[in-house]
């Protein structure tokens, strides 16, 4: 009797005990694709939030960079970007934001309007192209933040209709044999610990499939050459927003085989000569010593030379800034001898 009932006992701690490692390893119910999106929000815009502020992006007033539509055979044409004003576009804009006209585009703008042509292209495609450090990556997590703010204030009956941006780099990913979708899921579930249990993949991949996510893709360039062109057709089939930013001639060389179909096309312009001297100006706590003096006057009064040419990307502007003490003499800056990358 004593041994049957001990046997018993042991037999219902070992079923315990095996349901509970099973409940343990059993995938959770996945979340609905809104919730996700929602607690994305808050990952993403903390993470590059964190970012803007290292990098200095916010404070001091950011470098202003301005952009044209690209002259270079990077995209297709701007008709077929903006869309016919009769047909559905591929890509409504966003809740609060109105659909992007031709003359809008033309007319350029600067680093906030990249956001209104973000939220209000038919056809959901951008590429931005610039020379070397001409503030590519900066205007992306910039346009992220804009992004993920214009979200968060959308009322919840239409937020789930606002993509997350998502940036991303190019690195890792092999168009050849892994969709674009299942890239950018698994970027997701590596990024964010949001998706770190056994049901995270399967929640990331249900996120990207109903559209919740848009692609921000920073340096295309980066890639394998021979890899570009089909990155390139991959990411024109995809089923959510997508914005490319890629050097110039890089974006040139992989378009001659294969281009972002619908894609309207921007190019980054280099600060002048005024704004650079203003930015590092802004950026300084005390008067300048005579070597800043010189530095700012000679920026504002030669906008051709070499030395503001040299000077005038975000890249070196962030370095001068960095570099240099507020009291450093920079008078050495005056007889470097400068080049600008044609990009």
């Known amino acids: 009797m004593v041994v049957a009932a001990v046997a018993e006992s042991l037999v219902k701690i070992l079923g315990q005990v095996v349901e509970g490692v099973w409940r343990a390893r059993r995938p959770a119910d996945p979340r609905p694709v809104g919730t996700l999106a929602d607690l994305l929000t808050e990952a993403v815009y903390a993470q590059w939030r964190q970012e803007a502020a290292e990098r200095l992006l916010l404070a001091p007033e950011p470098i202003p960079v301005g952009w044209s539509l690209s002259e270079l055979t990077v995209g297709g044409p701007v008709e077929a970007a903006v869309g016919s004003v009769d047909g559905a576009p591929a890509f409504p804009p966003l809740p609060g934001q109105s659909r992007v006209t031709e003359e809008q585009l033309r007319a350029g703008g600067t680093r906030r309007e990249l956001f209104t042509v973000y939220a209000g292209i038919a056809s959901g495609r951008m590429v931005v192209v610039g020379a070397p450090g001409s503030g590519k990556t900066g205007s992306a ?203």
């Not at 804009?146 to 940036?167: F, I, N, Q, W, Y």
């Not at 894609?263 to 100006?281: E, F, I, K, R």
Request: proline letters at 5%; glycine letters at 6%; hydrophobic letters at 45%.
């Open 141 to 343: 997590v910039l346009l992220v933040l804009d992004a993920l703010e214009h979200r968060s204030g959308v009322e919840d009956a239409k937020r789930a209709r606002v993509p997350v941006p998502v940036l991303v780099t190019s690195y890792g990913w092999d168009p050849v044999t892994c969709s674009v979708q299942e890239w950018l899921a698994g970027h997701l579930v590596a990024s964010y610990s949001m998706f770190a249990h056994r049901g995270g993949a399967a929640e990331a991949a249900a996120l990207v499939a109903a559209g919740n996510v848009a692609l921000v893709l920073d340096g295309l360039d980066e890639m394998d050459l021979a890899r570009r062109p089909a990155a390139l057709r991959a990411l024109s089939c995809a089923p959510f927003r997508v914005v490319v930013l890629t050097r110039s001639s890089e974006m040139v060389q992989a378009a001659g085989t294969a281009w972002l179909v619908g894609a309207v096309a921007v190019q980054l312009h280099p600060v002048t000569g005024s704004q650079a001297a203003d930015y590092l100006q802004r950026a300084r706590t005390r008067p300048s010593p005579s070597g800043w003096t010189q530095l700012l006057s000679h920026l504002r009064d030669n906008p051709d030379s070499a030395l503001t040419r040299g000077v005038c990307t975000p890249l070196n502007l962030t370095l001068i800034r960095d570099t240099y003490r507020p009291d450093e003499d920079v008078s050495s800056l005056l007889t470097t001898s400068w080049s600008s990358a044609d990009g």
